[in-house]
């Protein structure tokens, strides 16, 4: 899978594996056929165990672990010298391990689980040894080795802890107690693994069945209906497009590769600068990851941490991710005004009614969904079964789109495949949460970040800010939102903040980590597709996305907006809200009704975070510097002429 697979580990929930390049080798003949049978069966085997026979949650998730870790070494090369087409030697020894030590936690469970972490036998510290070191070595093929030092570090610290200095010093763990207390619930098999495999595996599988019956191509044609005719039409299709898609994916970089090659062409040739056209593909595929119904994984095991059922998440979730987009969709509607950006011609666009007519059916798993999550209050795991089912008789509304056999399979084989890189990710991010269980790291780092803010709110939400960018550049989004959840978002709460804000702050700046410089792997990957300077499209995505990194600040000031309250002044908040992220647009980009120079700039801006932010006063601030610029506009103070870039219209010679 090369690059680009590890780009995908940075997301969330990858899209289905064929699209993204995966098996990553090009196996044939027997190989081709074992992958085939073994994700087939893993499918099979979680339907039935989530839908019909529930078993022991350790179980669940140490068999989840075992098809992840025989489907990873098939797929994964060890090295660049392995073979491309079948199997490393040492591959079949491996896969043989991650059996013999799933087989010996269920032959001694009963006991294993009495003693873990407390009196291990000489078995368990073998077999718990072979899957942490499984373990490490399927993370450091599916995502990179970021991730693989940072949980060696943590165990490291377990073993010479007590050499350390005053404020972070244990008493000592030997390896034996380490390793028997990492190989159980509270370390590997922790809730991370355990949401890998239940929520995150059905949606995925959700999303596999979604694209190979073409749904994701029905998105991309009613983005194209709706928006491609307005100026600028081809980036607010890739706004549309990236939203509808994070639906199926909540994937940042999953986003860029599928809408990318359509979108970011197409803006280069209505006269959006290279730059320009690969941040509106990277920020708007970002916000895929908190666009609900299905976010990052991160968001599922949010709702695990917080005991709270998944349609809070989702709910909560819901008016951040509507002034994320509304705010791109401006940003960009202003750029297109600056440089007289055209759309493109209504007869080179499908008509919404034939996209509708002919393909709308494939939308209705989306409504299915919806109403089990929020109408029904069914659970997540329930509501992706019966979404999963609706796709397969939705299918045989058209001919076209019939599912057969051979499409069942194919989507059977998707999802595991799919599944891989966020099930390392959670059982790697296990280990560190095992470490901090067991040393009370997490306290002390709370504490530690409690005592360098001085208790001073403002000042520890920036610090958090920028650990979760810091955890970002080498970290998955999940394993990001994680770790800095364990340590940081304690300090948070008892520094006055709700839980569900403090999680929903930390996960924010997580997801944004995708697109913020130095390392920002989704506007990296809209780069390679738009042909420039990577830091040129980091800067500018960091630009268009600044509503992004201003409403966690609000909501954390403002709970209406993660619509905690009376539903008047949520109402309320969300239309102030609106109105701010159109002067937040306006300011950035020195445009209102004309363009306009930097005072007016300085108190759109001014007046954008007061009407963001819920509350009279800041409102009533924010309503007065937006007249203010709308008097100095009609009245020409501080205006200037704009030279406009010539009109240009995809299609037009």
């Known amino acids: 899978m090369g690059e680009k697979g590890k780009r995908e580990g940075k997301s969330g929930l990858p899209v289905p594996a064929e699209e993204e390049g995966l098996p990553r080798r090009n196996l044939t003949g027997f190989f081709k056929l074992s992958v085939r049978v073994v994700a087939v069966a893993m499918s099979v085997w979680q339907v039935f165990v989530l839908a019909v026979y529930p078993m022991d949650p350790f179980q669940l998730r140490a068999i989840h672990l075992c098809f992840t870790l025989i489907l990873t070494f098939l797929l994964f090369k060890a090295d660049k010298g392995s073979p491309g087409n079948k199997i490393h030697f040492s591959d079949i020894p491996l896969c043989l391990v991650a059996v013999l030590s799933t087989v010996y936690l269920f032959v001694d469970f009963d006991n294993l689980i009495q003693r873990t972490g407390v009196d291990p036998t000489v078995w368990d510290v073998v077999f718990g040894t072979c899957i942490l070191l499984l373990v490490l070595e399927m993370t450091r093929r ?27 010093r244990h008493g000592g763990y030997s390896y034996q107690r380490m390793v028997s207390f990492l190989f159980s619930t509270e370390g590997i098999f922790t809730i991370p693994l355990g949401v890998s495999a239940t929520y995150v595996f059905l949606f995925i599988l959700f999303g596999s069945f979604l694209s190979v019956s073409g749904a994701g191509t029905t998105f991309t044609d009613l983005a194209k209906a709706l928006a491609g005719w307005a100026r600028g039409g081809p980036a607010k299709i890739a706004v549309i497009a990236s939203s509808l898609f994070g639906t199926i994916s909540g994937s940042a970089v999953a986003n860029v590769m599928v809408d990318g090659w359509m979108t970011i062409p197409m803006m280069k040739s209505v006269g959006y600068r290279p730059q320009m056209a690969g941040a509106v593909e990277a920020v708007a595929s ?30 909560a979730a819901a008016i951040p991710a509507i002034l994320y987009y509304f705010a791109l969709y401006w940003m960009i509607d202003f750029e297109a005004l600056r440089y007289n950006l055209k759309g493109i011609p209504r007869a080179e666009l499908p008509k919404a009614r034939v996209v509708l007519f002919q393909q709308g059916h494939l939308l209705v798993p989306i409504v299915v969904l919806l109403y089990s999550l929020i109408v029904l209050e069914t659970s997540p795991i329930r509501a992706a079964l019966w979404s999963s089912l609706s796709i397969f008789i939705c299918s045989f509304i058209r001919r076209a789109t019939r599912m057969g056999g051979r499409k069942i399979l194919e989507s059977l084989e998707g999802g595991p495949k799919g599944v891989l890189e966020v099930a390392a990710t959670c059982a790697c991010a296990g280990i560190i949460i095992g470490v901090m269980a067991l040393t009370g790291l997490g306290m002390r780092i709370s504490n530690m970040l409690i005592a360098l803010s001085g208790g001073f709110l403002p000042l ?95 909501f954390i000031y403002g709970p209406s907006l993660l619509m905690i309250g009376d539903w008047r002044e949520i109402v309320y908040s969300l239309i102030t809200a609106c109105i701010g992220t159109i002067c937040l647009a306006g300011g950035l980009q020195g445009w209102m009704f004309k363009s306009i120079k930097w005072p007016q700039r300085i108190l759109l801006v001014i007046a954008a975070l007061g009407l963001i932010k819920p509350g009279l006063t800041t409102d009533i601030i924010g309503a007065i510097c937006l007249i203010a610029v709308i008097v100095m506009v009609k009245i020409g103070y501080y205006q200037r002429e704009v030279e406009f870039a010539p009109s240009v219209q995809l299609g037009a010679k």
């Open 142 to 168: 599916t995502t990179g080795i970021t991730l693989v030092i940072l949980a060696l570090v943590f165990i490291g610290y377990t073993l010479l802890g007590q050499y350390l200095p005053e404020g972070v």
């Open 286 to 315: 970002t916000g895929g990851q908190i666009m609900p119904p299905v976010m990052g994984a991160g968001a599922f095991i949010m709702a695990e941490v917080l005991g709270v059922p998944y349609t809070k998440i989702i709910v």
């Open 460 to 554: 520890a939400l920036f610090l958090t800010m920028i650990v979760s960018f810091i955890l970002g550049m080498g970290l998955p989004t999940t394993a990001s939102y994680v770790i800095a959840a364990s340590t940081i978002a304690p300090a948070l709460t008892q520094m006055g903040v709700p839980p569900l804000a403090a999680h929903m702050f930390i996960f924010y700046f997580a997801c944004l980590s995708a697109i913020t410089p130095p390392v920002a792997l989704a506007a990296f990957a809209a780069a390679g597709i738009a042909q420039t300077g990577l830091w040129g499209v980091g800067l500018c995505a960091v630009k268009i996305a600044a509503a992004g990194y201003i409403i966690p600040y609000m």
